[in-house]
């Protein structure tokens, strides 16, 4: 077998790979299908669980059936929270209605004084300890955190025009021992803006004590899990194409949409189901919105082995078709897939998008099982300049949600056909070239040297008190490696021996499987990491740390000997890829 730096070069790399049943099944994409089902699923309430959401499921494994995609159906027990009601009475006697949250605690009458923390950032959570937070900005697991660790004993958050649904716990998916002490033990309601400002002008007056009350359910119930295959003809890996059933009230664009882009999507790839080289599952979550991607964590958890094995890419889709959703500028995507992504977009759009790391968020379970992903939202709202807009772009680095989100007015009339449509043409290409490229379209180059910018930067930071020249020297050399491996793959004859192409993407996937939990775990691969902003080489961000340290002090040499044994993981890491990147260029 010849070296692949022998091959024949070809101008097209993997991930500019068109497949050539792209162009007919894009033509035959429905608006007419696509909206049925949004009107379908948008015309029921859907919390995890509920009798509207099991509906829901009813219908989509009708639909899948009728399409001849094998279906397993299970219910999963799982750790659910459903608010009920909130509301705060000020001395008074009045009244302000409010918003509870997921995972809040439940309180009949939270009698305490008000303190206005601004942001709420945890050294301003300091100054309510023992008194209510009046907190800027949306509820966030983050900011529910540092109110518990500050002893706030509740906090209210204040919403522009709009009461956003949220979730507040750090936990990813169902507790577990070791994380079951987070679960949050103090509640937590969100008011519009115009009660925030009466709250602030009766602050400036003096000291004001209010009562907080909320309800919320929760525990544990059963839950709905589906998954629909389409079998590969030629191999048994598999795309995983994945959305959440679940709802904040009707849901119709989060995410009835991104259940009626699966579904169509289904109905043309079944169509030509003896065409597909991979297989395709279609997983549809619940415990997305109450209980923190459980339902996408579960599956994690119980399918890890073949996830590891055998899955080439998790496909992600949320809230497509939005009314004014004309933007496509920004995508999520790992950095192995970023190529991809960008690419796809493009052709399918006409727009230049830049992928960008993704956030701790959308269901991305399956980073522990080195699985590389792509897309969460997609098409957003021209770039804005509001509340919501600059709350987003922190908590998930996109600013296109538009004022409905999350919110009671979610309804069928947010949507625009046209724009769901292109949506789902972009999901359709997408699955497509997954699904029957040759060769996998991957391209681990990127992904090292974000890891070998970090390490640099990490370095500079710690100076003397910290040697990273291991781990810098093996990412570089990896960076060298992996820019041949991606000018040799480049230029692999599509037609080669099926032996050849299986091993070329055994050794792709292979560096995902090392480079993706690297870069997007904090180091267990079996368990799932908090819900809260996770960077890259977690495990050695402490050398930040050591600069504030006294080198003679306990806290400084702890410190230390626990960033060596960080260091040996990152270099392991880095030496693993480098290996899997010399198999290729050997064959």
């Not at 989509?60 to 659910?80: N, P, S």
């Not at 998008?353 to 269901?363: I, K, Q, V």
Request: charged share 25%; glycine share 8%.
């Amino acid at each position: 077998m010849r070296h692949l730096r022998d091959e024949v070069i070809h101008v097209t790399a993997p991930w500019e790979y068109r497949d050539p049943l792209e162009s007919k099944l894009s033509a035959d994409v429905s608006a007419a299908h696509l909206m049925e089902h949004v009107r379908t699923i948008g015309a029921l309430e859907r919390e995890s669980g509920s009798p509207g959401e099991a509906q829901a499921f009813d219908y989509i494994e009708r639909t899948l059936k009728t399409y001849g995609v094998e279906v397993e159906r299970r219910e999963i027990d799982a750790f659910i929270s459903l608010p009920q009601e909130a509301r705060l009475a000020l001395p008074d006697g009045s009244v302000i209605q409010g918003l509870t949250h997921s995972f809040s605690t439940s309180v009949e009458a939270l009698d305490a004084e008000l303190v206005d923390v601004g942001d709420g950032r945890p050294e301003d959570m300091q100054r309510a300890a023992g008194k209510i937070a009046l907190v800027r900005g949306l509820a966030s697991p983050g900011r529910a955190w540092a109110a518990q660790q500050a002893g706030v004993l509740g906090h209210i958050h204040v919403l522009m025009d709009h009461l956003h649904n949220m979730i507040v716990t750090t936990i990813w998916g169902t507790p577990a021992p070791e994380t079951a002490w987070r679960i949050p033990a103090i509640p937590c309601l969100s008011i519009l803006g115009a009660d925030g400002e009466k709250l602030r002008a009766l602050l400036a007056r003096g000291p004001l004590r209010l009562r907080m009350t909320t309800r919320v359910r929760t525990g544990w119930m059963p839950i709905p899990h589906l998954v629909g295959e389409l079998i590969g003809r030629h191999e048994d890996r598999f795309l995983l194409f994945s959305g959440h059933v679940d709802s904040w009230h009707y849901g119709a664009m989060d995410n009835g949409t991104a259940n009626a882009t699966m579904l169509e999507v289904a109905r043309l790839l079944a169509g030509r189901r003896d065409a597909l080289r991979r297989g395709i599952r279609f997983a549809f979550w619940s415990g997305h919105s109450h209980g923190r991607y459980a339902g996408s964590a579960w599956y994690a958890d119980h399918a890890w082995r073949e996830l590891h094995q055998r899955c080439v890419l998790h496909l992600n889709v949320d809230s497509t078709g939005a009314r004014g959703a004309t933007d496509y500028s920004v995508l999520h995507a790992t950095e192995d897939a970023q190529r991809f992504a960008e690419t796809v977009v493009t052709d399918v759009t006409g727009q230049r998008s830049r992928g960008r790391r993704f956030s701790r968020a959308g269901d991305q379970s399956f980073w522990g099982a080195g699985v590389p992903s792509a897309f969460m939202s997609l098409s957003g709202l021209p770039k804005q300049d509001t509340d919501l807009s600059r709350a987003m772009e922190r908590l998930v680095g996109s600013a296109g949600f538009p004022w409905w989100w999350h919110t009671k007015d979610d309804t069928i009339d947010k949507i625009d056909a046209d724009v769901l449509v292109l949506d789902t043409k972009v999901y359709l290409a997408s699955a497509l070239r997954w699904v029957n490229a040759p060769i996998l379209p991957l391209d681990h180059s990127r992904a090292a040297r974000g890891l070998l910018a970090e390490l640099e930067t990490l370095q500079a930071t710690a100076g003397s008190r910290f040697d990273l020249a291991p781990a810098v020297d093996a990412a570089r050399s990896l960076c060298d490696r992996l820019d041949r491996v991606a000018a040799a793959v480049a230029g692999i004859d599509a037609a080669a021996p099926a032996a050849k192409l299986d091993t070329v993407n055994r050794g792709l996937m292979r560096l995902s499987r090392v480079l993706v939990p690297l870069s997007y775990t904090s180091g267990d691969r079996f368990t799932h990491d908090l819900a809260v902003p996770l960077p890259p080489l977690a495990g050695l961000q402490s050398v930040r740390e050591l600069t504030a340290l006294d080198p003679d002090t306990d806290s400084f040499k702890f410190a230390r000997a626990a960033l060596v044994r960080e260091r040996n993981r990152a270099v392991h890491a880095l030496d693993t890829a480098a290996s899997a990147a010399d198999d290729l260029l050997r064959h």
